[in-house]
């Protein structure tokens, strides 16, 4: 079956860099838009990246564009995002989910269990 | 505006129908997904497009849309069904995905 596993969370303090990971397994990654989105402590979700399923096309949420870099490896399973100066408010669960067009319709259908990110000094 | 707007809190009786709303202009150009979120687990999609639900979701559950307003419906609210609830939908010319604010559920 489908299974999104995200992997790299962790303390770190202001400033520092981290990086996150996602297998995926039970579907062929390549053939799969993907995204990354948030959830801060007691705040809504946040998406702030995708990735085409070839891996040239990136876009980002303006709150991490500069500093955060999304990438992919098909050929290991794996999703990548690269974070840089990380600010206490890029504090989060972090998610990766599955696109899909499902229908006709534009589906994030499959999410991990998130992994969870703390910037604090 | 991409903005979506949703009620922070719902109240429902065990048993009986509630409706969760989600307002914003794209609507009038969008359908909307509808993810269900409870703590400790895995986001779960559980409605989408015009009125889809995905495999395994109960029929409990339908969605509808009119002008700028789409909604979630469940028919016979379960204690299971309390969790917080989010709208979303692909803003193909903007290059992003658009979430609601979140609805929490409580299920009394």
């Known amino acids: 079956q489908v299974q999104l596993v995200e992997s790299g969370g962790g303390l770190v303090n202001p400033g520092e860099s981290l990086r996150l990971s996602c297998a995926a397994s039970g579907f062929i990654l390549g053939d799969h838009y993907m995204s990354w989105i948030r959830q801060a402590p007691g705040k809504g979700l946040e998406w702030i990246s995708y990735i085409g399923s070839g891996g040239r096309i990136t876009y980002y949420a303006a709150s991490v564009k500069g500093r955060f870099t999304i990438s992919r490896d098909n050929a290991k399973n794996s999703l990548y995002l690269q974070m840089n100066s990380l600010r206490v408010e890029d504090t989060a669960v972090y998610y990766c989910?599955?696109?899909?067009?499902?229908?006709?319709?534009?589906?994030?259908?499959?999410w991990g269990q998130g992994t969870l990110v703390t910037v604090s000094s | 505006s991409s903005e979506l707007t949703q009620d922070p809190a719902v109240s429902v009786a065990l048993g009986h129908t509630v409706r969760i709303t989600c307002q914003g202009d794209s609507l009038r150009n969008h359908y909307v997904n509808w993810y269900q979120l409870k703590p400790g687990q895995v986001p779960l999609l559980v409605m989408y497009g015009k009125n889809s639900r995905p495999s395994g979701i109960p029929a409990r559950f339908s969605g509808s849309s009119s002008g700028n307003t789409a909604s979630l419906t469940i028919t016979g609210a379960q204690a299971e069904d309390e969790a917080d609830y989010y709208c979303n939908f692909r803003d193909r010319f903007g290059h992003h995905w658009v979430f609601g604010g979140g609805t929490k559920l409580t299920v009394l």
């Open positions: 989910a599955r696109e899909t067009l499902g229908g006709g319709y534009d589906l994030l259908d499959y």
